[in-house]
């Protein structure tokens, strides 16, 4: 069965620092969305991604996160200058999209430390 | 108010019990909605996914909305220790963008 993959399983890294974490979505889907969920809280959306563009943002994510789908099957969430209170989980999802073709399916997701 | 309150629990019960969670919501707008399994540290697994109102069943997994209500409930018949994780349930109103707003979650706790 088609899966989200996500590297790494896990990250740490000095404050200030740039991560780029790495998703490959389900390959016939077409929608790629980031969430996270810091320890303890609900799973939050940061933003989501279709044709090649940003379709929608929260306003967590802002000028310090930026996306990329450098190829045809990877997509990244890149973090210019950590800060501490970007510790958290982060979870790649994707959909096909369309009518009925809404359901998000998740990766396993990166645990990203902060020091 | 919360867009979505889930009751965080947790919720322990004996094996082969009937368990309702339940979300409620306060955006109109959403119409779709999931039911999404998590294990510690690990990422939501879908469960159950539907459109506007009414019943879905999958098994030992049953599915409601009512969007009259804004009220969703999940119910799990013959409860199994392997069922003991944190139940999320999550919407979103559709449209380009699609995001999903999620409730707290519910940590369950199936007992021997």
């Known amino acids: 069965e088609p899966e989200v993959t996500q590297t790494p399983s896990h990250q740490v890294t000095q404050m200030g620092q740039e991560v780029i974490l790495r998703c490959v979505p389900i390959s016939n889907h077409l929608y790629f969305y980031w969430y996270r969920q810091i320890l303890g809280q609900k799973v939050e959306f940061l933003v989501s991604f279709y044709n090649n563009e940003i379709s929608e943002k929260s306003e967590i994510f802002d000028d310090q996160f930026s996306v990329e789908r450098p190829d045809g099957s990877n997509f990244t969430l890149k973090i210019r200058s950590t800060k501490l209170e970007d510790s958290a989980m982060y979870f790649c999802a994707s959909s096909r999209g369309g009518i009925g073709e809404e359901t998000q399916y998740f990766g396993p997701g990166t645990r990203l430390l902060v020091l | 108010q919360k867009e979505v309150e889930q009751d965080p629990g947790p919720l322990s019960v004996p094996e082969g019990a009937i368990v309702s969670l339940n979300c409620t919501y306060s955006?109109?707008?959403?119409?779709?909605f999931m039911w999404y399994r998590q294990y510690s540290r690990k990422g939501p697994e879908l469960l159950m996914y539907t459109y506007s109102s009414g019943n879905k069943e999958d098994g030992r997994f049953t599915a409601q909305v009512d969007k009259s209500s804004k009220y969703i409930s999940l119910f799990i018949r013959d409860s199994q220790p392997s069922d003991s994780a944190t139940y999320l349930c999550?919407?979103?109103?559709?449209?380009?963008?699609?995001?999903?707003?999620f409730g707290t979650g519910t940590q369950l706790k199936v007992e021997l």
């Open positions: 955006n109109s707008a959403f119409q779709y």
């Open positions: 999550a919407m979103s109103a559709g449209g380009g963008g699609n995001k999903l707003t």
